[in-house]
């Protein structure tokens, strides 16, 4: 059974740091590129940034490029991303995701809450 | 960065109704479309990627068209179950893989 299992999510203070994690089982976590989507709180779906399968690849939203880093562990089948400097506009569920070969975001996590306030 | 519009931002309909939800993006992306489904407090679901490829155990009654800058995703004989939001996402290279902003699909 495919898995992915995010974690790291909580309150946070405006300037402050998190890092998310992302689990994966059930399938060949090193063949996938994967990615991090979040949605604010009633609002929709907001591609935030995505890592080849090597590692050699990534890419961000320009809304976080500079305080947001993604980062994965094809040993551990793990992904991560640290976001530093923390905004409100940043509260959303973030959602882990795999894509194989540009064909869509096929497997995702169920999410975590990351909430950003004083 | 590629810009995704979708229309309408709102539809209601009748189960066994068919329907089309639209999608335009801002410059020629070939087929790189993805559609998605996404029912309250759950994570999104795959439906369409390529513009016209069925993910593996969708329903017939999805279906993707489009090329270029246009796009469609109709559903045929609406079920209960496909009352929920729909969302485009190109995955022309490089990132950032923009959504569109969502279609809520309610019962009439």
């Known amino acids: 059974e495919v898995k992915l299992v995010e974690s790291g999510g909580g309150l946070v203070k405006p300037g402050g740091a998190l890092r998310l994690s992302c689990a994966a089982s059930?399938?060949?976590?090193?063949?996938?590129?994967m990615h991090w989507v979040r949605q604010a709180p009633g609002k929709g779906l907001e591609w935030v940034s995505s890592?080849?399968?090597?590692?050699?690849?990534?890419y961000y939203v320009d809304s976080v490029k500079g305080r947001f880093t993604i980062s994965r562990d094809n040993a551990k089948n793990s992904l991560h991303l640290q976001m530093n400097s923390l905004r409100v506009e940043d509260t959303a569920v973030y959602y882990c995701?795999?894509?194989?070969?540009?064909?869509?975001?096929?497997?995702w996590g169920q999410g975590t809450l990351v909430t950003v306030s004083s | 960065d590629i810009q995704m519009t979708q229309s309408p931002s709102s539809l209601s309909a009748s189960v066994g109704d068919r329907i089309t939800i639209t999608c335009r993006a801002s410059?020629?992306?070939?087929?790189?479309l993805n559609w998605y489904q996404q029912k309250p407090g759950t994570a999104p679901k795959l439906l369409i990627f390529?513009?016209?490829s069925l993910q593996n155990g969708v329903p017939s009654r999805f279906s993707g068209s489009g090329s270029g800058t246009d796009f469609t995703l109709t559903i045929s004989n609406l079920q209960p179950e496909d009352f929920a939001t729909y969302y485009c996402?190109?995955?022309?290279?490089?990132?950032?893989?923009?959504f569109g902003q969502g279609t809520k699909l309610d019962i009439k």
């Open positions: 059930g399938f060949s976590f090193g063949g996938y590129d």
């Open positions: 890592i080849s399968s090597n590692g050699a690849y990534i």
């Open positions: 410059q020629n992306i070939k087929t790189y």
């Open positions: 996402q190109h995955s022309y290279p490089p990132p950032p893989n923009t």
């Open positions: 390529a513009a016209s």
């Open positions: 995701a795999s894509e194989w070969g540009a064909a869509g975001l096929e497997y």
